[in-house]
């Protein structure tokens, strides 16, 4: 039985049909993510899968249920900041625990395991208010932590939030929610880049899907670098040739240029066996390549528009 | 009972440490009550003049609790609505009703502690009630009654104006225009014909003059309200609002298309 199973789900709000006869499914315990552009109907699905909102047509089942029978299962975080600014983080998580059945002493219990979870033992008693973006949504988080919740459910759950809070958050929900089954919706390349798997969708179709690697190989983007010795020798190339992932050295105006499977373990290879045979290296530059350039060359679009 | 709890308990903190909230429900009928008291009934009869204060003392009660339900309410609502938690609540196993009840025992906890801070400056300042048990127990229930009405009328404006400031804006508006429409302010006697019929049937006033008779004096009123046909009216229209908004909220209010 799959943690999430969609198929040939169609949404329409008046005439826009804003999902396709998408099919996918997602493992239990896996980490699935949704990259797509604002409007491509992925918030949309979210919510379906939330129980939030109905599909016009098709089948979604939550560990073999509909979504309105699997709401004890399901964690959703909404885009929006839900929690209440004129509650504490303790306050406002007691309130998520009330809703979802505890009683009081079992409540305050499970509410100060969350916080410790999430890191905000020490703002507990702090008004929501006075928190900054990053830790709201840590306390958000710890909503969809609760016992019993399987299937976690982030709609963008970063939005608003700079790089290092963004990275503090997905360190957290690996930490946190590992061994639930995560559905992260995401229009950040580097986000999804955590998950196992990943769906792009395009205006409501599933237009590709894979482990990033995979993603990146299947479309021919891969990892380069860029090497020049001032020379261009027979050796060289040689030695590059050792390198490349199976497509050719290129030779370009200045020197050469390969694409690579692993470019932190044979930059300081190619630079050692480079040196060893005596031809000194002037520049080396890697480029990576992202799932913003999957997308980019599956749709014809950035991911950003 | 438990999801009822937290939701009353988290209504309660948000309307408490709402510094705008206590100032327009508790502090503002508060200063109504010593310009009543001072200023607009300073000509009462000596005699009758503790149970004018009373009634004062009644008419800012109902003024505060039409405040608290027609803009506090729909004001919590559509905050509520616009930080995305009526998404998060849809997706968890929760029922409307449970949360709308557990907001409305939250405002009636709330009117209530109010309408006890709001009598006790009334004794200071020298209202004497008529306290029979009868009466008491009557008039408590047209409070709660009215609480009840004016909350519905707060649900259904919250359920159907989505903006925060539009929300709030429209229920003061609404509730300040229909008090003084309807004399819940000034005197009965000073209200035309026609207003002084609306008075006698709108719930709000209607309650007011109720309790205003029950605990103070008919003078004060200006009329009795004693009979069965307004005294059913206001009952029966007050519970319809309450029922209707319960209706349209459960219906409307988590629909997120």
Not at chain 1, 102 to 120: C, I, M, N, P, S
Not at chain 1, 199 to 212: C, F, Q, V
Request: proline share 3%; hydrophobic share 45%.
């Amino acid at each position: 039985m799959h943690a999430i199973e969609v198929k040939k789900l169609t949404k329409v709000y008046g005439k826009n049909q804003i999902l396709k006869d998408v099919n996918l499914s997602v493992e239990s315990g896996e980490f699935y993510c949704l990259m797509g552009p604002n409007g491509s109907g992925k918030t949309t699905l979210a919510a379906i899968l939330a129980s939030v909102r109905e599909q016009t047509e098709g089948a979604v089942e939550i560990m073999g249920m509909p979504p309105s029978g699997a709401r004890a299962l399901i964690g959703y975080m909404p885009q929006e900041n839900f929690s209440s600014p004129s509650l504490t983080g303790r306050e406002n998580l007691l309130y998520f625990a009330g809703l979802l059945g505890y009683r009081k002493q079992k409540a305050k219990e499970v509410t100060g395991d969350l916080l410790k979870k999430v890191g905000l033992v020490t703002d507990a008693d702090k008004l929501v208010s006075k928190y900054s973006g990053g830790m709201r949504k840590r306390l958000e988080l710890a909503t969809i932590l609760f016992e019993g919740i399987k299937i976690l459910i982030l709609d963008e759950p970063t939005t608003g939030l700079d790089p290092t809070a963004r990275r503090n958050f997905f360190e957290l929900l690996l930490r946190a929610g590992r061994s639930s089954t995560i559905f992260l919706i995401t229009h950040i390349g580097t986000d999804a880049e955590i998950a196992d798997r990943i769906g792009l969708i395009d205006n409501g179709r599933i237009a590709a899907e894979g482990t990033p690697d995979e993603l990146k190989k299947n479309n021919n983007l891969r990892n380069a670098i860029t090497v020049e010795t001032g020379i261009m020798d027979n050796g060289i190339l040689e030695i590059l040739n050792k390198f490349t992932d199976g497509q050719n050295v290129i030779e370009t105006e200045s020197g050469y240029k390969l694409s690579s499977d692993d470019i932190s373990e044979d930059i300081p290879k190619i630079i050692k066996e480079l040196d060893s045979r005596g031809f000194s290296v002037k520049r080396l530059e890697s480029t990576t390549s992202t799932l913003d350039d999957v997308f980019y060359k599956l749709t014809g679009r950035s991911v950003k528009d | 009972m438990i999801q009822i709890n937290a939701v009353f308990i988290k209504t309660l903190k948000e309307l408490y440490r709402n510094k705008t909230t206590i100032f327009w429900t508790i502090v503002w009928p508060v200063i109504f009550l010593f310009l009543g008291v001072f200023i607009f009934y300073r000509g009462a009869p000596q005699s009758q003049a503790p149970q004018f204060r009373a009634g004062i003392t009644v008419s800012m009660i109902v003024f505060s609790l039409m405040l608290s339900g027609f803009s506090t309410m729909p004001g919590l609502i559509a905050i509520d609505r616009a930080g995305g938690l009526f998404l998060k609540l849809r997706s968890m196993p929760v029922k409307q009703w449970k949360d709308i009840l557990g907001r409305i025992l939250g405002l009636l906890f709330y009117v209530l502690i109010s309408a006890i801070l709001i009598i006790l400056i009334g004794v200071i300042l020298g209202a004497r009630f008529n306290l029979t048990l009868s009466g008491v127990s009557v008039s408590l229930g047209f409070l709660i009654l009215a609480t009840l009405g004016a909350a519905g009328a707060g649900i259904i404006i919250g359920t159907f104006i989505k903006n925060i400031n539009g929300a709030i804006i429209t229920g003061v508006g609404i509730s300040v225009v229909s008090m003084s429409l309807a004399g819940v302010t000034f005197p009965y006697s000073f209200l035309p014909g026609a207003l002084q019929a609306f008075s006698r049937y709108y719930p709000f006033s209607s309650s007011n003059a109720v309790i205003s008779y029950l605990l103070s004096t008919q003078e004060f009123v200006g009329y009795n309200p004693m009979n069965t046909f307004q005294l059913s009216f206001t009952i029966v229209s007050s519970v319809l609002l309450f029922i209707i908004s319960l209706i349209l909220y459960s219906k409307f209010c988590w629909k997120a298309d």
